[in-house]
């Protein structure tokens, strides 16, 4: 009875009562407060059917206080209002709530039995929020009040009816879900206070930053670089797209990053390709038939070669091999096409043959098997048993001319095609290449001869045809060579060593290296182009391995026949270019593994620099031979299922041995 008297009187100072007026209402509110009074000492709990009203609401209200402070009460009929908009909470879980109820009922009871509790007005307020829950169960203004529980009113900042003579009911409506709100309040604060409930995840306020990642590598190769006249794209890209691409290469990078990703680093993953976007006005801009050097968007031009090679240095293959006219082929090409002292393929591979094997369809299968899907025959010919072929990434096709090809037979008679020359030429990006196999005629002492075969095949090649010339000016009619950029000459030459048989096996049984240099002092090849009757303009790399020519079939020993042939260095390949260190020998060697025939196969690898060109020549538009690419790869995957069987088969065997 101590805090429902103190209750009373703090509730008489904050709402000021009516004398006169409203007698109906008074009345309704008697009639009311003893049916709750009679409701609630049968079934100690109240009820509501359907969504409660305004009206109800105030009276439900009414019930939990004092008879006393009901009886001086007046009820006015308002109009009802839209509640405001209530602010957001944090959602309260399944388990949070049922700790809530058992810390209320607890708080209550532990309430009702304090002995230190006093009818104080400081402390009626607590005293009555620890017991009004027993009463009601769940305050029946719960759902329009509690979302602004922890929230001051913007009514609550008016000037308080304390102390004035009038009031209305719609005022004591307001404060009486004030209190009932701060009974909440006050229930949940002390809640919380002694335990420990489950909060939610704690989200960031603002979104994180982007991050920019810089996933280059210096040892991939792309081709997506924007155009430096086209900047924007980087802008425009991460608002369209959210995503960046630009190039990768061997050497070097361009741009400020690779992949742009304002989430986080999981979500490297894309929808989008590597390749750059490119907006509908950029390509109807360009034109690749027609173009300069000076062109934006040029197929050929500067900002393509940049994208492809932005050191402008290309890697090229070549290699002679004469068979001998052997039907059998090696099973294994490996260590000729891919040796395994460059760490990288390189980006063209040109093969020139002398004397080949009868089935030549079979033996450029056995290339595009070796060489695998990375390459594509861009071209090959032939000229009786002298084959060439031409194999080039995949990707670069696009940036090629239409090939052209030329033959000369050096032979007296024309019809014999086992002597002569085979000439292949097209144009890289604005670089002019003349590829040459040739076959000289032998022995030992025809020097002469050899040396007429070379000045027929530089006046009687004629390359080329409809490409047009780089460099017209410091062309020459007479010489074939003079017509292109790079010009790489290989094949079997047949220059021997002017030493006999026994003085040449003793300088190879000596030191390797010092017998090497020995022996290239005999070289009839190295002292011609000495002179400058042959080969004129050419340089040919440093010869560090033993002699190609003439070895017995299948074996490592020289020629052990009654001829007694003496070794020679007769498989060459030289070179020669317009602008001066252009090319550069990366790497000059023979493969002795390769033995189906008296000459070693002989390759070197070249860096090549390339300049960017004009649209206006004939593209072959990505021309290659699809029907051998396609057999190539599927006897590629065919022997490797092969490989796998026999690998299998082994390890399921088992061999039993009987002492």
């Not at 090649?461 to 074939?480: A, E, H, I």
């Not at 021997?496 to 026994?502: G, V």
């Amino acid at each position: 009875m101590s805090s429902l008297n103190g209750f009373s009187q703090h509730s008489g100072t904050c709402v000021t009562q009516r004398a006169e007026g409203g007698a109906v209402q008074d009345l309704q509110a008697k009639k009311a407060g003893r049916a709750a009074r009679k409701e609630a000492s049968s079934n100690s709990i109240l009820t509501f059917e359907g969504p409660p009203r305004v009206d109800t609401f105030i009276n439900e209200t009414l019930k939990l206080l004092p008879d006393e402070f009901k009886a001086n009460v007046k009820i006015k009929s308002i109009t009802p209002r839209p509640p405001r908009k209530p602010r957001l909470e944090r959602a309260a879980s399944l388990d949070e709530k049922n700790w809530r109820r058992w810390r209320r009922l607890r708080s209550s009871q532990e309430s009702l039995t304090d002995p230190n509790e006093t009818s104080s007005s400081n402390g009626s307020l607590q005293d009555t929020s620890l017991t009004s829950p027993i009463r009601g169960r769940a305050p029946p203004c719960s759902q329009c009040c509690e979302p602004n529980s922890l929230h001051s009113s913007p009514d609550a900042s008016e000037e308080s009816p304390v102390g004035k003579s009038k009031g209305s009911a719609s005022e004591l409506g307001k404060r009486a879900c004030e209190i009932s709100s701060a009974f909440g309040g006050l229930l949940r604060g002390k809640a919380f206070a002694g335990g420990k409930p489950r909060l939610s995840q704690i989200m960031p306020a603002r979104p994180l930053p982007p991050m920019e990642l810089n996933v280059a590598s210096h040892t991939l190769r792309t081709a997506n670089k924007i155009d430096p006249d086209f900047m924007d794209y980087q802008r425009y890209s991460q608002h369209k797209f959210g995503r960046v691409s630009n190039s990768l290469s061997d050497s070097r990078l361009h741009g400020d990053g690779i992949a742009y990703d304002n989430c986080s680093t999981d979500s490297m993953k894309s929808t989008f390709s590597l390749l750059t976007p490119i907006r509908s006005k950029d390509v109807r801009s360009r034109s690749y038939l027609e173009g300069s050097l000076l062109a934006s968007g040029a197929l050929l031009g500067a900002e393509e070669l940049s994208r492809y090679f932005p050191d402008r240095n290309v890697g090229i293959f070549v290699a002679t091999w004469n068979m001998q006219g052997q039907k059998e082929l090696p099973e294994n090409l490996d260590d000729f096409l891919l040796p395994t002292d460059p760490d990288f393929a390189q980006d063209m591979y040109v093969i020139g043959v002398q004397e080949g094997c009868p089935d030549r369809r079979e033996w450029e299968i056995r290339l595009q098997e070796t060489l695998g899907p990375h390459y594509v025959m861009l071209y090959s010919a032939a000229h009786g048993v002298l084959y060439m072929s031409v194999f080039i990434r995949r990707d670069l096709i696009w940036f090629c001319s239409e090939v052209e090809y030329a033959t000369v037979t050096t032979r007296i008679v024309s019809q014999i095609k086992t002597k002569g020359a085979l000439g292949i030429c097209f144009t890289f990006f604005g670089t002019s290449f003349l590829f040459i196999t040739s076959h000289f005629t032998s022995g030992d002492s025809k020097v002469n001869e050899r040396k007429l075969d070379y000045n027929k095949t530089i006046q009687a090649l004629t390359l080329p045809k409809v490409v047009p010339d780089t460099n017209p000016y410091r062309s020459s009619s007479g010489d074939v060579t003079t017509r292109f950029d790079e010009v790489f000459w290989f094949g079997d030459f047949n220059f021997r060593l002017n030493k006999d048989r026994e003085t040449v096996d003793s300088i190879l049984n000596q030191d390797p290296e010092t017998g090497i240099s020995k022996l290239l002092a005999y070289d009839q090849l190295t002292s011609e182009m000495g002179r400058g009757s042959i080969f004129k303009g050419f340089q040919e790399a440093d010869i560090h391995f033993r002699p190609s020519y003439k070895f017995d079939i299948g074996k490592d020993s020289y020629d052990t026949t009654s001829k007694q042939r003496t070794p020679s260095y007769t498989d060459r390949v030289v070179f020669r270019s317009r602008y001066r260190d252009d090319i550069q020998a990366v790497k000059y060697s023979s493969c002795p593994v390769i033995k189906t025939s008296d000459h070693r196969p002989v390759f070197a690898l070249f860096r090549v620099k390339v300049r960017p060109g004009r649209d206006n020549i004939p593209l072959a538009a990505g021309q290659f031979d699809r029907e051998l690419y396609l057999i190539g790869i599927k006897r590629r995957i065919t022997r490797e299922l092969q490989n796998r069987r026999q690998q299998k088969d082994q390890k399921s065997s088992s061999i039993c041995s009987i002492s």
